[in-house]
């Protein structure tokens, strides 16, 4: 599998959250990640940015969105600053809004499960 530097966006320290397995599941198949969340921590070694703070992260090639449609909205222009290649709206974090943004700027948009993607091998 092609290593695409992720960014997990929502990510937290509560084991019983799917942005940690999504998380878990990254590790275990080797792939470069980056974890924001509401507030900063560290999971599985890694350290999670605070989003308010929106900070410059180089290279993502895949945003996966563990944050609600709501909650996203103040931070629309600072996800497509990073310029990714590929945004994965978990269930519940559907955005048609934000979609439309990234479509239109050439971003691949998928409707889908990271933890699914990542278990079939088409991640």
Known sequence: MENK??????ATEKRNRYAY?????LVEAQMEMVLIG?????????EVFVLQERPPIPGI????????AQNQREYYQYFLSLNPKRVVFNPGAENFELESMLVER???VENACTLVLLSIGNY
Do not use: D, N
Request: proline content about 0%; glycine content about 12%.
């Open 38 to 46: 509401r507030k900063k921590g560290h999971v599985l070694g890694h």
């Open 5 to 10: 530097k992720t960014l997990v966006v929502g």
């Open 61 to 68: 090639h895949t945003i996966t969105m563990y944050l609600s």
């Open 106 to 108: 050439g971003v691949q």
């Open 21 to 25: 397995v999504a998380a878990e599941r």
